[in-house]
């Protein structure tokens, strides 16, 4: 079946520091994947996502790049603030039997000034 | 823009008790999705609706159900409620029917049992 495996946290960074956080999959067909962030106390938002191979999704200065001979969808920032602080999930939905979301276990990030 | 909307956003309940969360997707979303996030967990799916028809069903107990109107808007009855069922409940719209496309989450119903 699907699963998503996300480097695990908690991730402690100073402002202005590089970010990445690794993700790999498994999926069966042809997933679309996605980074969500939940800010403490709030609901998930998509951060970003790709629907094929080598596209990259960006937003807020989050890259992410499609990577179908890795299984990898890693995220990065090149200078982190301390709004950034929050819990990074990523996720595939490769529809097969269902069309769900499929998380994975989620990365704490802490920013500090 | 318009989002997912859920009400209510907190609710504390007794063991044993019902309780019925709400869900009211994008404007000309018709698709539905519900989903169960523990502390500290990752959201597990549990059900989805298109055009009222109960599409998926994932990791959902028998305690509970859900349905779509014609609205479009969703309702997750939850009864016979035990302890283990505090978490947050989340709904997710996407439009065009099941597929990969984006899911867009409410904030979620943050669901207290004692």
């Known amino acids: 079946g699907d699963s998503v495996t996300q480097m695990e946290g908690p991730v402690t960074l100073s402002e202005e520091a590089f970010l990445t956080i690794n993700c790999t999959y498994t999926?069966?067909?042809?997933?679309?994947l996605f980074w969500y962030v939940q800010y403490p106390g709030e609901g998930l938002q998509l951060l970003l996502k790709?629907?094929?191979?080598?596209d990259k999704g960006s937003n807020k200065g989050f890259e992410a790049t499609y990577r179908k001979e890795t299984t990898s969808f890693h995220l990065e920032k090149g200078s982190v603030q301390v709004s950034d602080s929050a819990v990074y999930f990523c996720a595939l939905n490769s529809g097969g039997s269902n069309y769900k979301l499929t998380f994975g276990k989620g990365t704490l990030l802490t920013v500090n000034p | 823009a318009a989002g997912v909307i859920q009400s209510p956003r907190h609710l504390i309940k007794e063991k044993r008790e019902t309780a019925t969360l709400k869900c009211y997707p994008i404007p000309r979303h018709d698709t539905v999705y519900w989903y169960q996030q523990g502390p500290g967990q990752d959201p597990q799916f549990l059900i989805s609706?298109?055009?009222?028809?109960?599409?998926d069903k994932g990791s959902i107990p028998d305690r509970f159900s859900a349905q779509q109107f014609s609205d479009y808007h969703s309702e997750l009855n939850m009864s016979s409620l035990e302890l283990g069922d505090s978490a947050l409940y989340f709904c997710a719209s996407s439009r065009s029917g099941p597929s990969t496309d984006t899911q867009y989450f409410g904030p979620g119903t943050r669901l207290t049992v004692l």
């Open positions: 790709a629907t094929k191979a080598d």
């Open positions: 609706f298109y055009e009222k028809m109960q599409s």
């Open positions: 999926a069966t067909g042809y997933p679309s």
